[in-house]
């Protein structure tokens, strides 16, 4: 990707599910650093570390799996539902609005850019009715970082193998 950035093909460059240790690795070897990073984030994971991190060395983050992806193939039986939680439902019921809103908010008051995918348009705009309100209850959002625990939904970023990496970096 730099050296399509170095000719002007491409504005800058993006990767994703990748973890604090790969991030610092990739900034300390690219001549081009990458500018943002798509990373699971949610109330059931927790990222604060990474997202400090990016913040520091000016990463943005995108979240994808906002809504805890319930749609994913390989999800147990027993998946646990964000949307259900108790505390996001609470904070919902309170604040008259719906546990989605509340967990694309969790997003948007870390600062971060969140993806929720939705197939209908009723479902997109209530998504994007959170712009407005997030910006007015972001305090209301504190309980839901109690929430943080470790239930990854997507692939673990340290299966990536870093040599790999690196070797496909210094092609
Ligand atoms: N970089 C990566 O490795 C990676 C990995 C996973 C996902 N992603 C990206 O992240 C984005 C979102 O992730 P995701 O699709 O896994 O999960 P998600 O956004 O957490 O959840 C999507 C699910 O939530 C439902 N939903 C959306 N809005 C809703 C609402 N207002 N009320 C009720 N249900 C609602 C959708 O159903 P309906 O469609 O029926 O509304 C769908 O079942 C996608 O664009 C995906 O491509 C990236």
């Known amino acids: 990707m730099e050296p399509l950035v170095e000719k002007g093909l491409a504005k800058s460059i993006g990767v994703s599910n990748v973890n604090l240790q790969q991030l610092g690795e990739i900034l300390r070897i690219a001549k081009v650093p990458c500018v943002n990073n798509q990373i699971e984030n949610h109330p059931f994971l927790d990222q604060t570390g990474l997202i400090k991190f990016s913040k520091e060395n000016n990463v ?17 039986e027993n998946d646990k ?23 694309i908010a969790y997003n948007l008051s870390q600062g971060l ?17 959170v712009i407005s309100w997030c910006l007015v209850h972001t305090s209301a959002l504190c309980s839901t970082y109690s929430l943080q625990i470790s239930l990854r939904r997507g692939a673990r970023p340290e299966h990536v193998l870093f040599a790999d990496l690196r070797k496909v970096t210094c092609m």
């Open 113 to 129: 850019v969140c993806a929720p995918k939705s197939t209908c348009v009723e479902r997109i705009e209530e998504n994007f009715k």
């Open 60 to 76: 943005s983050i995108t979240a994808f799996g906002p809504l805890g992806s319930p749609e994913r193939p390989w999800a147990p």
């Open 81 to 103: 539902n964000l949307r259900n939680d108790p505390v996001v439902k609470k904070i919902a019921d309170s604040r008259k609005c719906t546990p989605v809103q509340i967990l």
